[in-house]
């Protein structure tokens, strides 16, 4: 395999493609945590250094599972995780960004990951109901205590971004952006760039649907996300199945997979982009990672893009009550 290239998000030094970890015990169905860190181990291996996770994902589970992977190993990674939902899986959402709750927080995501800092931690979703300045307050003492290194936001407005950064500097903004998801393109990424906040894309490959492997849930577990989300009920497939019957045109006239093609978009965004697919699967890692070898000419990123149109892509990403806590 190559060597894969070194990106920044801030002054946070990380691979230029990461992992995301959730699928490894959280929405995708039951769990393989010998398969998951086999995967991870072969991540290091290949020289991916950004591991994502998050106290939410499978309530613990993720962070208790990348513990165990990367024990002897902790000079290898740059760790991020996540706090802010507050329920659990399947109870009402509740977001907690009062800063009891990221002190309390915090010191369980250490406990579960078994190290004594974090390297890069976020706000997994703005809370509401409490200035960013009093979360982000406490996220920067954490900061001064050493139990974290560098500070994130995930799905979080333009106005929030700079007024978090006004209290501390923030390394990263993580929101969902891919050929069928790309609102923060016209305001929340030119903020970013202003900041020299990095940008990581989670679900660059539209939770798999881009890579042409999916042409209905049947076949998904029962507990597979994917199965209530508004992109893949009937009707909104089908258009959306179009778009990707073009992709992949298009990507086997390149000679490459139709996710790596849609892969390699997302890292031709810019430098400062870093994408963190998700996979328990060491194939589709080394799939993924290829991806960084492929360049795009002007007139092919021209092509994708209007095999792609966002407003031709059918449904909303997420249903109604987890949009109402994006882009806060």
């Known amino acids: ?162 007024r978090a950064h006004a209290v501390h500097p923030i390394a990263a903004l993580q929101s969902e952006w891919s050929l069928w998801t790309r609102e923060l393109e016209q305001e929340i990424a030119p903020v970013c760039r202003e900041l020299g906040i990095g940008l990581v894309p989670f679900s660059p490959l539209g939770r798999g649907f881009l890579t042409g492997r999916y042409t209905s849930v049947e076949g998904l577990p029962e507990s597979d996300l994917r199965r209530t989300q508004p992109r893949f009920a009937d009707g909104n497939l089908e258009q959306n199945l179009a778009i990707v019957a073009t992709l992949e045109k298009l990507a086997a006239e390149k000679g490459v997979t139709t996710g790596q093609l849609a892969l390699a978009w997302v890292q031709h965004r810019g430098e400062d982009v870093v994408p963190i697919p998700g996979t328990r699967r060491q194939k589709y890692l080394e799939e993924n990672l290829a991806a960084l070898e492929v360049r795009l000419s002007t007139e092919e990123l021209a092509a994708i893009d209007a095999a792609a149109p966002a407003d031709q892509v059918a449904g909303t990403r997420y249903d109604a009550t987890s949009l109402s806590f994006v882009n806060k």
Request: glycine share 12%.
């Open 1 to 162: 395999m190559m060597e894969i290239p070194t990106r920044h998000l801030g002054g946070l030094a990380v691979s230029a493609q990461g992992l995301g970890c959730m699928g490894m015990s959280h929405g995708y169905g039951a769990s393989d945590d010998d398969q998951s860190i086999a995967t991870l181990h072969h991540a290091l291996d290949l020289g991916v250094t950004l591991l994502d996770t998050a106290d939410f994902y499978g309530a613990g589970h993720n962070e208790e599972l990348i513990g165990r992977a990367i024990a002897g190993r902790r000079d290898e990674v740059v760790l991020a995780t996540k706090f802010g939902f507050a329920n659990r899986l399947g109870e009402p959402v509740q977001i907690r960004g009062d800063a009891a709750y990221v002190r309390e927080a915090c010191d369980a995501s250490l406990r579960r990951l078994g190290v004594d800092h974090i390297d890069l931690y976020y706000q997994h979703r703005v809370d509401p109901d409490v200035p960013i300045e009093e979360t982000v307050g406490a996220m920067a003492e954490l900061v001064a205590a050493g139990k974290v290194r560098h500070l994130g936001l995930s799905e979080a407005s333009a106005e929030t971004v700079r």
